[in-house]
Structures are given as C-alpha cells and as structure tokens.
C-alpha cells in the first residue's frame, strides 16, 4: 500500500472517530429558589406541588408551584 494511502487512510480513520465527539456547554448553577407564597388550598383532597427550575432552551426557568386534586 503506497504510504501516501497509508497516510490518507489513518487521517480518515481519526477524523471519523473525533466526528463522534460532541462536547455540549456546561449549564450555569441552579439559580437559588424564590419564595413562594402558599394560597389557600381550593378544596379539601388538594395538595401542594411546589415549584421547581426547569432547563429549557439555554436558561433555568421558573415553574411556579400550584394545587393539585387527588
């Protein structure tokens, strides 16, 4: 195998394996919670789901919380 061959053969194989290799951006720390102010609970048999960050996009969102019936 001529060694011009050898060479394009070797710089293919390993540009092929480094195509594979995606490094995604590191997500900034969570973002400390707000304080959220608890309503009255609409009707007996609801409970509290208290609110969370969520990763959407590029950024941490608020999910506020909020009553849920069982």
């Known amino acids: 195998m001529p060694r011009n061959l050898k060479a394009l053969l070797g710089a ?3 540009a092929i394996t480094l195509s ?3 490094v995604a951006p590191a997500r900034p720390h969570r ?3 707000p304080v959220e102010v608890v309503t009255v609970m609409p009707a007996p048999g609801y409970h509290w789901i208290g609110g969370h ?3 959407a996009g590029n ?3 608020w999910m506020p919380g ?3 019936a069982y």
Do not use: A, D, F, S
Request: aromatic share 22%; with cysteine; charged share 15%.
């Open 20 to 22: 594979g290799c995606v």
């Open 12 to 14: 293919t194989l390993v």
């Open 59 to 61: 950024q941490w969102r």
């Open 66 to 68: 909020h009553w849920r």
């Open 53 to 55: 960050y969520r990763w």
């Open 31 to 33: 973002p400390p919670p």
